[in-house]
């Protein structure tokens, strides 16, 4: 693959990967950094639950490597409780919160509830006062948005589909933007499967057929259970690497 790919993990701080994947001795103050020696990039998810302090965002950014990406998962203020209505002080205090990250930001994502159909004027809307050159990358978690009609809109906008993987429902391989973003959540079982190195694969072709023409490729592994997420992002890894 020509393109720059990044592939991490759905967050890092998990206490059940001590000794599966970080030393029994490590201090967690230091997990970040040796997270880095084996992955360019991770996802922030607990930035969906809360908005981190500009002290976290900054000790990110300066106990990481200088080439490495932050995804930010945006809050649910946003997504869930203020559904996309009303946003623009949410958006504009998160976002800026965000950018301490500085070159390391990498794309924004927007998951939106299970619950929440489909709303072309609503998305649009939206969409219209994000601010321009960044990465937006929008989860849709209703059947109903998953339809050309809404990746146009998208695309209008140079905006990211994030496709994903999980049990309950499917989602197209589609890139909207100049870039596209995976997140594998588990094939069999939401969080906790594993990705068999069969079925990993299989997505590598996919994956490269879906970059083609595309700037970059961010890949996710959100089964964190039993550290499965190092595990496949390691052998995906692996395999994109070979296509080099």
């Given at each position: 693959m020509s393109l720059p790919y990044y592939i991490g993990t759905s967050g890092w701080h998990y206490e059940h990967w001590r000794n599966r994947f970080y030393p029994e001795q490590l201090t967690k103050a230091k997990w970040l950094e040796f997270y880095a020696t084996h992955f360019a990039t991770v996802e922030l998810n607990n930035s969906f639950y809360h908005l981190p302090s500009e002290t976290a965002f900054a000790n990110w950014?300066?106990?990481?490597?200088?080439?490495?990406?932050?995804?930010?998962?945006?809050?649910?203020?946003?997504?869930?409780?203020?559904?996309?209505?009303?946003?623009?002080?949410?958006?504009d205090k998160f976002i800026t919160r965000a950018k301490i990250l500085d070159q390391k930001l990498g794309p924004l994502l927007y998951q939106l509830p299970p619950n929440m159909h489909r709303n072309d004027d609503l998305l649009e809307?939206?969409?219209?006062?994000?601010?321009?050159?960044?990465?937006?990358?929008?989860?849709?978690?209703h059947q109903s948005w998953l339809e050309e009609k809404v990746f146009d809109i998208l695309r209008k906008y140079n905006m990211g589909l994030c496709v994903f993987d999980m049990p309950s429902i499917s989602c197209p391989l589609v890139a909207t933007a100049d870039f596209a973003y995976v997140r594998f959540h588990g094939s069999t079982g939401l969080y906790f499967s594993?990705?068999?190195?069969?079925?990993l694969a299989d997505w590598v072709k996919r994956l490269a057929d879906l970059a083609s023409n595309l700037k970059a490729l961010y890949i996710y592994f959100n089964n964190d259970s039993e550290a499965f997420a190092v595990r496949n992002a390691l052998t995906l890894g692996n395999y994109l690497q070979r296509l080099k």
């Open positions: 950014r300066d106990s990481s490597p200088a080439n490495f990406i932050f995804a930010v998962k945006v809050s649910r203020f946003i997504t869930h409780i203020k559904r996309l209505k009303n946003t623009e002080e949410a958006v809307s939206f969409l219209s006062t994000l601010p321009q050159g960044m990465k937006h990358v929008f989860e849709f978690r594993c990705y068999s190195d069969e079925e």
